[in-house]
């Protein structure tokens, strides 16, 4: 059974400032990683997708890390805004199944 | 267009009644899912069905049923709702697996918020 970790809970940071969320799976035999957002309230919004073949992924300021090997997946995001405060979670793919991190939460102080 | 939409967006309803959940994708995806987030805010896959057939029954009630009436449709519906039923339930699409091919994004509707009172 895929376990999906996510460290820390929540974070808080001065306008900025890099972020650092990181994420854990315990099985390694994935398709693919996503990392979405989910502001209050709201659906979730696809932010990058790492395929299993893929060691990182870039996208504006965001920039994920994929180490299958190890189970590991690390979403950076530069320059921090208060629109980047939101709850971010990590996702991984096996088979039919989409298996989330409990979310990492942020909130980015102007 | 809205890839992933479901209706309603927001449902208030009494124990015991029976309440659905209708979800659609215009994407041509093959593959749809049911989500659940409790109040805790944990995301936990539900049902998975791939060309209207079931793949996944992740231990959910038998008063939850989904159906697929084509591969663009999944609906969700409860019988005799519970009070633990109150959370919101995403409905998501996507391409099927394939280890052969690069892999594919999940995309999920905005959500439907179920309150049992």
């Known amino acids: 059974k895929q376990e999906v970790t996510q460290i820390p809970a929540a974070l808080s940071v001065p306008e900025g400032e890099n972020l650092v969320l990181n994420c854990s799976f315990t099985?390694?035999?994935?398709?693919?990683l996503q990392w979405f957002r989910q502001d209050p309230g709201k659906g979730l919004t696809s932010l990058l997708l790492i395929q299993s073949s893929q060691r990182e992924q870039t996208s504006g300021r965001l920039n994920a890390s994929l180490d299958k090997s190890s189970g590991r997946s690390t979403l950076y995001i530069a320059a921090s805004q208060p629109g980047d405060s939101a709850t971010y979670l990590c996702a991984v793919r096996n088979d039919y199944k989409l298996s989330f991190g409990a979310g990492t939460t942020v909130t980015v102080r102007a | 267009d809205t890839a992933v939409s479901q209706t309603p967006k927001y449902l208030v309803t009494q124990m015991g009644n029976d309440k659905s959940i209708k979800c659609e994708q215009n994407?041509?995806?093959?593959?749809m899912y049911w989500y659940k987030q409790d109040s805790k805010k944990f995301l936990k896959i539900m049902f998975s069905?791939?060309?209207?057939?079931?793949?996944i029954n992740e231990t959910v009630p038998n008063r939850f049923s989904p159906k697929s009436p084509d591969k663009a449709h999944l609906n969700l519906h409860i019988n005799s709702l519970e009070l633990g039923d109150s959370a919101v339930y995403f409905c998501?699409?996507?391409?099927?697996?394939?280890?052969?091919?690069?892999?594919?994004?999940?995309?999920f509707g905005e959500g439907s918020w179920l309150t049992v009172v």
């Open positions: 069905y791939n060309n209207k057939e079931l793949i």
């Open positions: 099985d390694s035999a994935i398709y693919n």
């Open positions: 994407l041509g995806h093959d593959t």
């Open positions: 998501a699409s996507s391409h099927p697996p394939d280890r052969g091919s690069s892999g594919n994004t999940i995309y």
